[in-house]
C-alpha cells in the first residue's frame, strides 16, 4: 500500500465495534440479536414511522454488509457522516434520493445497484418519501481491502474511485445503474434465508463475497475502456441507461423498439445497444424480457388475477405463449407459483 493511501483497521473486532459506535441517528441496538457479537448486530428505527430493521454484519477484514428492511411510512430524512468507506449499494425495492448536505440529490430506484464514495467527515443525507418499503444491501469496503483485490488484476475501476483509494480525492462521489441478473439473485437470497446462527452467518458471507465479485466484475466492463473498444461510461451514458430502464420497466405491454428509445434520447442506435448490454449485463430484449417475467411473478404471487390477465398486464396477447416463457424463465409454471404461500417474493 502506498503511503498516502488510506489506512485500514487492524481486525474485525475492531472494525464491528467502530461500526457500533457510529450506529446512525434514529436508529437502536434491538434487544434481541440474532447474531455472535464479533460477527454483526441488528439494529431498529426508533423514530415514529418507521420499522423494520438493518443487519451489519463484518464478512471479514475491510468488508462489512449492511442488510435493510424497513417500512417508512413517512416521508423523512436519514443522515450519517462519512468514514472514509467506499459503498456499494443494491436496491431491491423501494425508493430515495441520495446526496451530500446541502447539495443535490440522486434518485435510487428498485433494482438499481449504485457506488457511494463518502469521505471521512462528509454527511450523506438520505430521503425517503412516505409509503417505501426498503430492502437493500451495502457493502462497506475500506480503501485497503479494494486495494489488496485489484492490485496485480487487469480490473478497471472508475476514476472517482481510484483517487480516493490514493488519497487524491475527498469529494462524495454516486452513480447507479441497473442491477445485473446475477446480482440481483443474490441480494434476493439475502431477505429469504432460513437459516439461523452459524449457517447463517456463512450465507450472508458467502452472499457478500458472491456480490464483490459481481461488482468490481461489472465496474470493470463498465470502465475499462480498452477492453471494451475504447467505450467507456460517462455519468451520461448511466443517466441515460437508468432513462431506458425506466421507460421499459413502465411500458412492458406497448414496448418501445430500440429506434424509438434511440430517437426519444437522441442517441445512435449502434451506440446504445453497445452502452446498454456494457452497463446492465443484458442486452435491450433481454432486460424487457426479464423486467416482463420478473412482473409477472409479482401479480402472481400478490393477487388472484387469473393467467391469462397476468399475460395481457406483461405484453402477452397469448397465455400459452406467456406461459411457455415463463416456464424457461422460472423453470416453474405460473399455477405453480400461484400455488406457493404468500409472500414469496417480498
Not at 435510487?108 to 409509503?131: H, N
Not at 426479464?290 to 409479482?298: P, T, V
Request: hydrophobic share 35%; glycine share 6%.
Amino acid at each position: 500500500m502506498t503511503s498516502d493511501s488510506k489506512k485500514s483497521k487492524t481486525g474485525k473486532n475492531e472494525i464491528a465495534e467502530e461500526i457500533t459506535a457510529s450506529i446512525p441517528p434514529h436508529y437502536a441496538l434491538q434487544e434481541e440479536q440474532p447474531y455472535e457479537k464479533d460477527f454483526g448486530f441488528r439494529i431498529k428505527p426508533i423514530e415514529p414511522g418507521s420499522h423494520g430493521h438493518r443487519d451489519y454484519c463484518v464478512v471479514r477484514e475491510g468488508l462489512a454488509v449492511v442488510i435493510g428492511d424497513i417500512e417508512h411510512d413517512q416521508a423523512h430524512n436519514d443522515a450519517d457522516v462519512g468514514q472514509d468507506l467506499v459503498k456499494f449499494h443494491f436496491r431491491y425495492s423501494g425508493s430515495s434520493e441520495v446526496g451530500e448536505e446541502g447539495g443535490e440529490r440522486d434518485a435510487i430506484d428498485p433494482m438499481t445497484f449504485g457506488v457511494l464514495i463518502q469521505p471521512s467527515g462528509l454527511k450523506k443525507v438520505e430521503y425517503f418519501p412516505a409509503a417505501q418499503h426498503e430492502q437493500s444491501v451495502t457493502l462497506l469496503c475500506e480503501p485497503s481491502f479494494l486495494e489488496d483485490i485489484i492490485s496485480g488484476t487487469s480490473l478497471a475501476l472508475p476514476t472517482q474511485i481510484k483517487q480516493f483509494l490514493y488519497g487524491k480525492s475527498n469529494d462524495m462521489y454516486h452513480c447507479a445503474v441497473r442491477m445485473r441478473p446475477e446480482m440481483s439473485n443474490a441480494v434476493k437470497t439475502l431477505f429469504e434465508m432460513e437459516y439461523t446462527g452459524k449457517l447463517r452467518q456463512l450465507q450472508i458471507e458467502a452472499k457478500a463475497l458472491d456480490l464483490i465479485c459481481h461488482t468490481l466484475d461489472q465496474l470493470s466492463d463498465m470502465w475499462g475502456g480498452e477492453e471494451q473498444d475504447g467505450l467507456s461510461l460517462r455519468r451520461k451514458d448511466l443517466e441515460r441507461i437508468a432513462d431506458i430502464c425506466e421507460i421499459l420497466d413502465k411500458n412492458l405491454v406497448d414496448a418501445p423498439t430500440i429506434p424509438d428509445l434511440a430517437r426519444a434520447l437522441s442517441w445512435n442506435e449502434t451506440q446504445l445497444m453497445r452502452t446498454f448490454r456494457q452497463a446492465v449485463g443484458i442486452t435491450v430484449h433481454n432486460y424487457l424480457h426479464r423486467a416482463r417475467m420478473e412482473r409477472a411473478y409479482e401479480i402472481l404471487s400478490s393477487t388472484e388475477m387469473s393467467i391469462t390477465q397476468v399475460a395481457m398486464e406483461v405484453g402477452y396477447e397469448y397465455a400459452s405463449n406467456f406461459t411457455t416463457a415463463f416456464r424457461r424463465y422460472f423453470k416453474l409454471t405460473p399455477k405453480q407459483i400461484r400455488s406457493q404461500k404468500p409472500g414469496a417474493i417480498q
